[in-house]
């Protein structure tokens, strides 16, 4: 098939949908592959690799959609800021878009998919099953965005992270405290531990403690009499009796720590709120916030979307899109995660996804000219 490789329009984007090793796989599976000038250039893929890999570099962004019948993307679809049209326009009638689609908060293009006949499939709506790993690419931007995360807050708190034994004297570890440890707060852990600090986790599925422990960090204590997990291993809402005492366990930490790492996230929800404003000021000058939940709503009343703001003392980081600043590794894990979904889909022998499938269906969006993602259908 002819499988088509934009170069990712949204703002301050740096990764690119599949790298030039990538794309030689692909081409060593017998499809054509196409990339538009400039799309991994950010990310150090110049064209040339393209097409040392094999590829066929496009210049013009209308020729390469023209020509698709798959498009690897990163972004859902929006309007081209060049072109002035939607990328979901772009796509001819009856094509396979893969990429995150967001269908929740775009159901504009959501709507113009179907009404393309576009077959899209999301990555945030794989299945967390054993054989569908590979694709699972929210867990390999979480795990980039974690290890970020303990990097910014490092960066800017005004201390070391580890303990010193000097001439100069002793210098103490700071102490990290990181709120929500599933893929992206666990590499944050491993990562503050890494860089030498004192490092302290919560989140409130039972499973978690061991998973903490483990990465030599403690688990913050807590009472937890509600069933707070799903079956798919995902956190449940919880109930405001929970976040009320879950924010006093918090705010009994909070004098004491240096920085705060927040990746608290309910599946399809807003952010749960885990520190108040008042919480803030309870805080140490000097201390750091870094909000990874901001896009959700944030999980610091605080936090701001992609700024950075000082609150009595505290430095607040309402982290954005932070695979985006580790765009080679990013690219490289995210391009494997698209290639492997794509390779199950589209098998040698056949052009039609097999929808008894489970990961098929579960992350299929828009077919036919229907929207199938029960999620994303607007009830009448
Ligand atoms: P996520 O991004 O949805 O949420 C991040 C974390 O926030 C979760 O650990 C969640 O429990 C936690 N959280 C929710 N409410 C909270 C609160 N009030 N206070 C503190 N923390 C709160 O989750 P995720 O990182 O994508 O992963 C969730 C689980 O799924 C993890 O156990 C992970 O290991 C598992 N997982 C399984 C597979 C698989 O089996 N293939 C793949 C990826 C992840």
Known sequence: MKVAVPKEVFEEETRVALTPTLAETLRKQGHEVLVESGAGALAWFGDDLYRQAGATVVEDPFELYRSAEVVFKINPPQTHPRLGRHEAELLPEGTTLIGFLMPLENSEAVEKLAARRITSFAMEYIPRITRAQSMDALSSMATVAGYKAALIAAGHLKKFFPLLMTAAGTIPPATVLVLGAGVAGLQA??????????????????????????????????????????????????????????????????????????????????????????????????????DLAVRQGGNCALSRPRETVERFGVTIVGAWNLAAGLPVHASQMYGRNVLNLFLHLYSKSSREPDFSDEIARSCCVTHAGRIVLAAARKEP
């Open 189 to 290: 852990v491993a990562t503050a531990k890494r860089l030498g600090a004192r490092v302290e986790a919560f989140d409130p599925r039972p499973a978690v403690k061991e998973q903490v422990e483990s990465l030599g960090a403690s688990f913050v204590p807590m009472e937890i009499s509600e069933d707070v997990e799903t079956a798919g291993g995902y956190a449940r809402e919880q109930s405001e009796d929970f976040l009320r005492r879950e924010q006093e366990t918090i705010a009994a930490r909070l004098p004491k720590v240096d920085v705060v790492i927040t990746t608290a996230q309910v599946f399809g929800r807003k952010a749960p709120v885990l520190i108040t404003e008042e919480m803030v000021r309870q805080m140490r000058p000097g201390s750091v916030i870094v």
